[in-house]
């Protein structure tokens, strides 16, 4: 069974700056699918970012970049020039490849401060 | 993008009465429809799959005589709480994906309050 966690309950980071939320998942499958979610207070789930594990390249978009290190299976999503909108919960989760059953993890609360 | 509606967005319903909730697909065909449970401050934890026509796939400790989850049409599930119960009270959200496609289009949730 895949396991994902998320280690970091809460976190707080200034308006502008730079913050990473960590994560961690456990396979025995080569091949997947890591993503980040954003969960704001509305409850709606909006994908942040994508990673197919067979891509050695980190993914990106806009503010939002990952650090894939398929061998100590960690994916770790940076937010740059935080904004205050930027405040939700970040879920991180994992999908096998080919199969659309999708592992949370237990999420960061994540609160950006003017 | 692809959206995927809820119905109703809010419910209560009293203790042992049985509540429906409907997922939609409004501009694709939703081969898989996934159901989801999230309490308080907590994760989303997978109840059940389910793929049109065929009956749904339950996770463990999910009981499906309780849960019962219909996959009729490309376009619509329903999850149906039976005799529910105020433990039953949570945030149900239901997810769609497209035959082949990676992606997960998630609904916006809905909030059951069992009294």
């Known amino acids: 069974a895949q396991t994902v966690t998320q280690s970091q309950p809460e976190m707080s980071v200034q308006e502008a700056e730079t913050v990473t939320l960590s994560c961690t998942y456990d396979t025995s499958e080569n091949n997947y699918y890591l993503f980040w979610y954003k969960q704001p207070p509305s409850r709606q789930m909006i994908l942040v970012i994508r990673?197919?594990?067979?891509?050695?390249q980190n993914a990106t978009e806009n503010r939002f970049s990952v650090n894939f290190q398929k061998a100590a299976k960690s994916f770790s999503l940076k937010i740059s020039d935080s904004q205050l909108g930027d405040t939700a919960m970040y879920f991180c989760a994992f999908m096998k490849y080919n199969n659309n059953d999708m592992r949370f993890g237990a999420g960061t609360r994540l609160t950006v401060k003017p | 993008g692809a959206v995927v509606s809820q119905h109703p967005s809010r419910v209560i319903c009293k203790s042992g009465t049985s509540v429906k909730i409907e997922c939609r697909s409004l501009d694709f065909q939703a081969t898989t429809m996934f159901w989801y449970r999230q309490f308080p401050k907590q994760s989303l934890m997978l109840m059940a799959t389910s793929n049109e026509g065929s009956k749904a796939t339950y996770e463990q400790g999910v009981e499906k005589d309780k849960f019962l989850i219909n996959h009729a049409s490309l376009t619509l599930s329903t999850l149906t709480v039976t005799s529910a119960h105020p433990e039953d009270s949570s945030f149900y959200i239901c997810?769609?994906?497209?035959?082949?496609?990676?992606?997960?289009?998630f609904g916006p949730g809905t909030r059951l309050t069992v009294t």
């Open positions: 997810s769609a994906g497209e035959q082949g496609g990676w992606e997960q289009y």
């Open positions: 990673q197919e594990a067979y891509k050695q």
